[in-house]
């Protein structure tokens, strides 16, 4: 069974510091992989997808994501936090040989002046 | 339209009605899914379309949760004899195909069950 497991519920960073958010997941198969991300009272937006091309995606608004087969991860980071990154953060595995997307519980980023 | 469109936005119902909840995807897209978001949680998958059908219906809870799409566009999430635990934010998504091209999410519409 595929899962996702999003390690950390909240992380607060200070603007113009990175953001590291944090993505485990378990499949049987070379999985499809994506971020999204949930600002207040707006539609979930797709930040970027790994399908087994390069390990590392350049998503938009500056985030990338590494692929890391061997530590089962897909770690989102930015390397400069801007205010307006504050929102809920998803990472998401397709799962394999079928429609079916499977959310982790989400990411919560707050970021400080 | 520009985006997907989920009427209404919000919803309040009394334990055991039925309710009917809408979708109108991107014009041109063949997919289409419904999910679930509990407070504090991640969406959890309910149902996918392609085209009229339901491909996968696999993440409805139980026999009260129904879903049609007859003409391949607008889809109708249906929901008999709500319960308290239906409460939640429903969402829509649709793709111009299936498997990894990028969804898009309406805003979703809130169900609550008094």
């Known amino acids: 069974a595929q899962s996702v497991t999003q390690l950390d519920s909240h992380v607060s960073v200070s603007e113009g510091t990175p953001v590291l958010l944090r993505c485990n997941y378990s499949?049987?198969?070379?999985?499809?992989l994506f971020w999204y991300v949930q600002h207040p009272n707006k539609g979930l937006q797709l930040l970027l997808k790994?399908?087994?091309?390069?390990?590392l995606v350049k998503g938009i608004n500056g985030f990338e994501a590494e692929f890391k087969k061997s530590e089962t991860s897909f770690h989102l980071t930015k390397p400069s936090a801007h205010m307006s990154d504050a929102a809920e953060y998803f990472c998401?595995?397709?799962?394999?040989?079928?429609?079916?997307?499977?959310f982790g519980a989400g990411t919560r980023l707050f970021v400080k002046a | 339209g520009a985006g997907v469109s989920q009427t209404p936005s919000n919803k309040v119902t009394e334990k055991g009605k039925y309710v009917e909840l809408r979708c109108d995807p991107i014009s041109g897209h063949t997919a289409l899914y419904w999910y679930r978001q509990s407070l504090g949680q991640g969406p959890e998958f309910l149902i996918y379309f392609q085209g009229t059908g339901a491909a996968d219906d696999s993440g409805l809870p139980n026999d009260r949760f129904f879903a049609v799409r007859p003409e391949g566009s607008v889809s109708t999430l249906k929901i008999q004899r709500t319960e308290r635990g239906d409460s939640a934010v429903y969402l829509c998504?649709?793709?111009?195909?299936?498997?990894?091209?990028?969804?898009?999410f309406g805003q979703g519409t809130r169900l609550t069950v008094v």
């Open positions: 499949s049987s198969y070379s999985p499809s």
């Open positions: 998401v595995v397709l799962h394999t040989g079928g429609f079916k997307t499977i």
């Open positions: 998504a649709s793709s111009l195909t299936a498997g990894s091209t990028e969804a898009f």
């Open positions: 790994y399908t087994s091309a390069a390990t």
